[in-house]
């Protein structure tokens, strides 16, 4: 199961607390309808987004979580639309060094490897 994968990959791979932030950017992204992720690593990005919600993050926290949480109970236009906004600010909060250095890391560290022969 995906859950289970994922769980144990971030048990294998912590993030920190800038990497968490990341997670947050990435979220916001999928729930903005902007990611062009293939679905199968929109689903594995949500998972670890779940896994990471209640680890602190060095520049977002509770206002981001809360405003995830209500995306997802009310995924129309305008909720989508503000949602963009606030990805927007998130990605400017965190530098692209830091975001880059996320990304490659759980690729690098096989995050997307579910369900392929390794």
């Not at 932030?21 to 987004?49: F, N, P, Q, S, W």
């Not at 109970?73 to 639309?81: C, L, Q, V």
């Not at 963009?84 to 490659?104: N, Q």
């Amino acid at each position: 199961m995906t859950a289970d994968y994922v769980a144990r990959w971030l048990a294998d791979n912590p993030l920190s607390a800038s990497h968490v932030d990341c997670a947050i950017a990435v979220m916001l992204k999928i729930l903005d309808g902007k990611c062009k992720m293939k679905t199968e690593e929109k689903v594995i990005m949500t998972r670890l987004y779940d896994l990471v919600k209640a680890h602190p993050g060095e520049l977002m926290g509770d206002e981001m979580h809360r405003l995830i949480a209500s995306a997802r109970g009310n995924p129309d236009d305008e909720m989508k639309n503000f949602i963009y906004e606030k990805r927007v600010l998130a990605e400017t909060m965190i530098s692209r060094p830091v975001m880059k250095s996320f990304k490659a890391m759980i690729r690098q560290r096989g995050l997307f490897e579910y369900g392929k022969e390794i």
